[in-house]
């Protein structure tokens, strides 16, 4: 099997993730949580792999233990963050 067929394909958890990382306020708030600052789209992505710790935010779909992570620590956080900041 080729390497193109073994990827996993994103599902919405990916999508989500995707988007967010491209949102200036995820940034903001990745920025708030931990030390050191998130200064764009490559740094939000790589911040949400190594929170769910996963490779590929496509395994967000096809990982339990890495969905449970990434909705702790980032989707209903980060949920929260929005409403309060009025981004909803």
């Known amino acids: 099997m080729s390497a193109r ?3 996993r394909k994103g599902g919405e958890l990916a999508k989500l993730a995707g988007m967010w990382s491209n949102e200036q306020a ?3 708030w990745v ?7 998130c200064n764009g789209p490559t ?3 790589s911040f949400i792999r ?3 710790g996963v490779a ?5 779909d096809h990982d339990a233990a890495a969905r ?3 909705d702790q620590h980032i989707r209903k956080p ?11």
Not at 31 to 37: K, T
Not at 78 to 86: C, E, L, N, Q, V
């Open 5 to 7: 067929a073994e990827r």
């Open 78 to 88: 980060y949920a929260k963050y929005r409403a309060s900041a009025g981004c909803v």
């Open 43 to 45: 740094m939000a992505a």
């Open 26 to 28: 995820f940034w903001d």
């Open 68 to 70: 449970a992570r990434f």
């Open 31 to 37: 920025g708030l949580i931990q030390e050191n600052p």
């Open 56 to 60: 590929s935010r496509a395994d967000l």
């Open 50 to 52: 190594a929170v769910c």
